[in-house]
């Protein structure tokens, strides 16, 4: 079992910065593949930004390809989403999820957080 917790989000106005942080405890070896999903209200849930264990493997959606950041620090098993120029367009609740496999399915992943909401004002 994995659990993880989010943190960071907020109302910001369009253009801000804010750091999302996603603490996990539990048997994290087990669920290496991490991910950051969001989900606006009345749409689809839709992928964000996945990273492997090593960090070698990173990927991103192209609607935050060069705004958001993913990144890991496996000492504190803790994944951070840099989110940069954001837009009124990435308003959502966001989550961080694991996965044994790194992957954009969100089917794929066994273990969700609660999720923080974020809110980008115009």
């Known amino acids: 079992q994995v659990q993880l917790e989010e943190s960071g989000g907020g109302l910001v106005q369009a253009g801000a910065s804010l750091r999302l942080s996603c603490a996990a405890s539990?048997?994290?070896?087990?669920?290496?593949?991490m991910a950051w999903f969001r989900q606006a209200l009345g749409k689809e849930r839709e992928f964000v930004a996945g990273?492997?264990?090593?960090?070698?493997?990173?990927f991103y959606s192209d609607s935050v390809k060069g705004r958001f950041t993913i990144s890991r620090d496996n000492a504190k098993n803790t994944v951070y989403l840099e989110m940069n120029s954001l837009k009124p367009e990435d308003t959502a609740v966001y989550s961080c999820?694991?996965?044994?496999?790194?992957?954009?399915?969100?089917?794929?992943?066994?273990?969700w957080g609660q999720g923080t909401q974020v809110t980008v004002s115009s």
């Open positions: 999820a694991a996965s044994r496999i790194l992957s954009q399915n969100a089917r794929l992943y066994e273990y």
């Open positions: 539990g048997d994290t070896f087990s669920s290496p593949g």
């Open positions: 990273i492997s264990f090593s960090s070698v493997n990173i």
